[in-house]
């Protein structure tokens, strides 16, 4: 897949039967520790849902967003889902078609669970889902990046692709953009937790180092291919061991409050692997079971209610799903 938009040909539209749809698209863990930009997978909660409507009058509206506490703006120019779905638009010469979105924040902002994908993701879905575009909804992702772009600065997939495919995700290469979806071992666990402390995306990207050294890049290099090699193996021993990150992981570490005694008890209690999912503050471990990966979220934010911070937990299979229409 080309990543052009000029390059996206006009699908098939359909003679749609809708006036409006719900969609909900899922959170999502990029990087996945040592896959920085290139790794993602989709979980089942939290989420975003979109509301999107025809109406009689070209042009995009926003008429209501929920959950975001004032902080997204209603101006379609500005919005990342209304950006995203104005460009698919263009691209298939449908400026002619109006539609009103209502935007229900269901996962926190700032989370390093790809809030801003999620709506960007159900925003897309849902306007090919309200034409009756019969296309493979992985020709929406160049669009989705879009949104990335405007809420970051970059414009990487590693949360977009994910959230609009399901499952685990590779992006073997931005330019061509070539995705791939990956096999996963299916008793496989994800345990979050959210600290409520504020890493914004930007500034989490500008301190990475620019320059590595090459061992570093070597050591690296070995863990990405492991960690596929244990998805395709379903080797979940092998997936936790490739699990390290040398390059992102130091850095971005602290500015999470005590991410590496977070790390020691959940490794502690039986956790396959550990690391900051995203940019942060959100981390995650892998888990061979559904009790522990509870019994690490509950025990992780224990701790962080006794150094004075709250927090959400989560507990979820990977999504194979992608979005859906509610």
């Not at 209501?64 to 004032?70: V, Y």
């Not at 390059?247 to 900051?276: C, H, N, Q, T, W």
Request: net charge negative; glycine share 10%.
């Amino acid at each position: 897949m080309e990543n052009n938009l000029e390059e996206v040909k006009a699908p098939t539209i359909l003679k749609s039967t809708r006036e409006s749809v719900h969609v909900f698209a899922p959170a999502t863990v990029a990087n996945v520790v040592c896959g920085f930009d290139v790794l993602g997978f989709a979980v089942n909660e939290p989420g975003d849902e979109v509301i999107m409507r025809q109406t009689n009058k070209p042009g995009i509206t926003i008429s209501k967003i929920t959950g975001d506490d004032g902080r997204l703006p209603l101006d379609p120019a500005k919005n990342t889902v209304s950006v995203s779905v104005q460009h698919y638009l263009q691209s298939i010469g449908r400026t002619d078609v109006g539609l009103d979105i209502e935007l229900h924040k269901k996962m926190p902002i700032g989370s390093g669970l790809g809030s801003s994908s999620a709506s960007t993701v159900a925003g897309l879905y849902a306007i090919k889902t309200l034409l009756g575009d019969d296309s493979d909804p992985a020709k929406l992702l160049p669009f989705a990046m879009k949104g990335e772009e405007m809420a970051c600065g970059h414009g990487h997939a590693d949360n977009v692709a994910p959230a609009l495919l399901g499952g685990f995700v590779l992006i073997r290469s931005y330019d061509p953009l070539d995705v791939i979806r990956l096999p996963h071992p299916a008793g496989l666990y994800c345990a979050i937790v959210f600290p409520d402390v504020d890493v914004p995306t930007r500034e989490a990207r500008q301190i990475i180092r620019q320059k590595i050294n090459m061992k570093d890049a070597v050591t690296q290099w070995g863990n990405i291919a492991g960690l596929v090699s244990g998805l395709f193996m379903q080797d979940i021993d092998l997936i936790g061991r490739s699990m390290k990150d040398i390059l992102v992981e130091p850095v971005r570490s602290m500015l999470i409050p005590d991410f590496y005694k977070m790390r020691e008890i959940a490794m502690g209690m039986g956790a396959v692997s550990f690391g900051i999912s995203g940019s942060g503050p959100s981390v995650f471990a892998f888990t061979k079971d559904e009790e522990t990966a509870k019994r690490i979220t509950q025990k992780l934010q224990q701790h962080l209610t006794g150094i004075k911070i709250g927090s959400n937990i989560y507990v979820s299979t990977i999504n194979d799903a992608g979005p859906r229409v509610i």
